[in-house]
DNA sequence: AACACGTGGGA
DNA sequence: TTCCCAAGTGT
């Protein structure tokens, strides 16, 4: 075992987390919390995950819950698709693998949601195989204990540092090694300000030693997200609203939401006019709310609620009118889900 | 390879 | 306010 293993695994048994994923014998559970944890902090996947266990504490009852279902215990988490891939990977693990997740990790990487990081996740954490994963904390660490100056989200660089991973991976113990990683760019390797006096490798990170701690890893540069303001209408009709179906692929793909559309100048002028056409009611401003406006910082869009009069009754199956009061069952993004509590 | 895909928190 | 991030995957 190389000195950076020994001294990464000694500091994880004494400074590893305590997570309620952790210990769970059953294989489900980690596969859940791997998908949650996608691009999702800790803290917030939590209530999520205990939420989750309750609710499907199977796969079977995973597998045998509606979309609907699935939906509405994920809301507000995000990354939808990540639901979606979930229940019908689990509807192919009862089916095809007798509700236990394959051992095989071909067999493990052709579900649906999940990839490269999250097979080698589940191979080591719940099945305790020897091989090593990567995901952005591992990424850190890696690239700044052995300097890693390519680009580490292009080819090569993910390249060198999967060959880095697995090169220190300790035999029967690659569980504990790639928690440890993670955990180790989780509390103390940050990707600001990292904590390096009280890191157990930094006598032998390359970075550290050479003061370049934040410039590894080299990443690319990124698109930001593009910010967009839509209307939304709240229209009423015998205590009900209107409420659409999102498709089931695409942003919130499979989510509800009031009828809304994109509108470019100022919104107060332009909301009937753009209401009635997108969802092709003929409607008739009544009362406007206060007008709300929620910026995402990513993927970013404003919506400007207002209640209006439904003249005709379209014939889009994807519509349909929903008591105040049950709008909870409807999984909804998050905009749409404040407009919801507004209504009261 | 480059992009789309959510959200909440911190600087 | 604005920007960046945080346990990736699918196309």
Known sequence: MSRFTSRLLNWYRQNGRTLPWRGHRDSYAVWVSEIMLQQTRVETVIPYFEKWIKRFPTVKALAQSSEQDVLNLWEGLGYYSRARNLHQAAKI????????????????????????????????????????????????????????????????GEKILW???????????????????????????????????????????????????EKRPVMKPKKKTPHYIHAAAVIEKNGRVLLAKRPSKGLLGGMWEFPNARVNGDPAKELAKTIQTATRLKVRRKEALEIVEHAYSHFSVATHPFRCELVSMPENQNLKWVRVGELEDYPMGRIDRQIARQLN
């Open 93 to 156: 693990v009862i089916e095809q693998y007798n509700g236990e997740l394959p051992h095989d990790l071909d067999a493990l990487r052709e579900l649906p949601g999940i990839g490269r990081y999250t097979v080698g996740a589940i191979a080591s954490m719940a099945f305790g195989m020897d091989e090593p994963t990567l995901d952005g904390n591992i990424r850190r660490v890696l690239a700044r204990v052995f300097d890693v100056s390519e680009p580490a989200d292009s080819r090569a």
């Open 163 to 213: 060959e880095l991973a697995a090169k220190h991976l300790p035999k029967g113990e690659a569980g504990n090694y790639n928690q440890a990683l993670m955990d180790l760019g989780a509390t103390t390797c940050l990707p600001k300000n990292p904590h390096c006096l009280i890191c157990p490798v930094m006598c032998l990170c390359k970075a550290h030693e050479l003061g370049i701690q």
